[in-house]
């Protein structure tokens, strides 16, 4: 039998962390359908070039938000080809990957990377849960960023996986010189203050979390992969600015805004919701596909009121839109 170093693929060259390259607002861009639920390709075109003018610092595609999972292999080669061809090199393009076997995410990863990403953001395995422990996943995630061509970041969202990536794994997979950072989408702020006192200082911390996204910076996150970013970014980054200057009782107060949006999108109507906010503010948000369902007609109510809400009481720029009126700049 062949030792493991044996089947491994070519380990990936050294690589530069930089924390700098993940400091800011990223968004997790939907993924937008027909409703006969075939992929709308100048939807996403036209929701990236929008996006690109906010001050966000790149993008995450095929995350949990973009529907990764409801995907062929050969749609996701196109939202990836689209998405590279529109997302400016200037900012940062991670793409979602991840299967229940090491190696058929080595293969995702290396595919991710020949299409143009500049990064991944891999979930864990998850299927086979009692026999994920954490020494499984350390053994799946140093695989992985050995086979890598680009940077790995971790993904843990126990939410929708049932796992969650601990904080001494975390630490442990920090050293690896290809694991450059982690999307906690947990609400643990104990833990990510541990987390923080563990791993190297060019270790990105991200939270994929909007409704701690003020605290989360204040705690030492460097960033945040948000899906409220997609209907909010001016909101988030404006919290992200005042935290980085200081100005934590502003940040706090901004924080109080986002949170029911942030909520209403994500947690209480899902994909739907967000969807739907989107095409509120003149974005394509389009269809989900089955088996997720569309937002209700009060929760589509609920959320285009609090995006006006929102409007009315931050004070924000909108930009008006082909359906309302954006939070985005």
């Known amino acids: 039998m062949n030792k493991p170093d044996e089947i491994r693929s070519a380990p990936a060259a050294p690589t530069a962390r930089s924390k700098n390259r993940l400091r800011g607002i990223l968004l997790p861009f939907t993924t937008p359908f ?5 992929l709308d390709k100048e939807g996403l075109r036209r ?19 973009g529907e990764r999972v409801n995907l062929d292999e050969r749609e996701c080669a196109q939202v990836i080809q689209i998405a590279r061809e529109e997302i400016p090199r200037n900012l940062e393009f991670i793409v979602g990957a991840g299967q229940q076997a090491t190696l058929a995410t080595i293969a995702e990863i290396k595919q ?3 299409a143009g990403a500049d990064a991944v ?11 994920i422990t954490q020494g499984a996943l350390v053994t799946h995630f140093t695989a992985v960023a050995d086979a890598s061509p680009v940077p790995v970041i971790l993904y843990s969202m ?12 975390v630490a442990q997979l920090s050293a690896h010189p290809n694991i450059v950072g982690i999307k906690d989408s947990s609400a643990d702020i104990a833990g990510f203050q541990k987390t923080v006192t563990l791993v190297p200082e ?3 911390l991200l939270t994929g979390n909007g409704t701690v996204l003020s605290t989360a910076l204040e705690n030492g996150a460097g960033g945040a992969i948000l899906a409220v970013g997609c209907v909010a970014a001016a909101l988030c980054l404006e919290i992200y600015r005042l935290v980085e200057v200081g100005e934590h009782d502003r940040a706090a107060a901004l924080q109080e805004k986002l949170t029911p949006l942030a909520l209403a999108v994500t947690k209480r109507y899902g994909i739907g919701g967000l969807k739907a906010a989107m095409d ?14 569309p937002a209700s007609a009060e929760a589509q109510a609920e ?25 985005q700049e």
Request: charged share 15%.
């Open 158 to 169: 126990p939410d929708l996986t049932g796992i969650k990536i601990e904080t001494v794994t």
């Open 202 to 204: 060019d270790f990105a």
């Open 121 to 131: 953001l891999v979930i864990t395995p998850h299927f086979y849960r009692p026999a």
């Open 34 to 38: 027909h409703p006969t639920e075939e």
């Open 303 to 327: 959320i285009a009121a609090l995006l006006y809400e929102l409007r009315n009481e931050s004070g924000s720029k909108l930009k008006p839109g082909a359906n309302g009126a954006s939070l």
């Open 280 to 293: 509120v503010i003149g974005f394509t948000g389009g269809a989900v596909r089955a088996p997720l369902k």
């Open 112 to 114: 991710a990377s020949a």
């Open 47 to 65: 929701n990236i070039r929008k996006w690109n003018a906010t001050g966000i610092v790149g993008y995450v595609a095929l995350g949990s938000t």
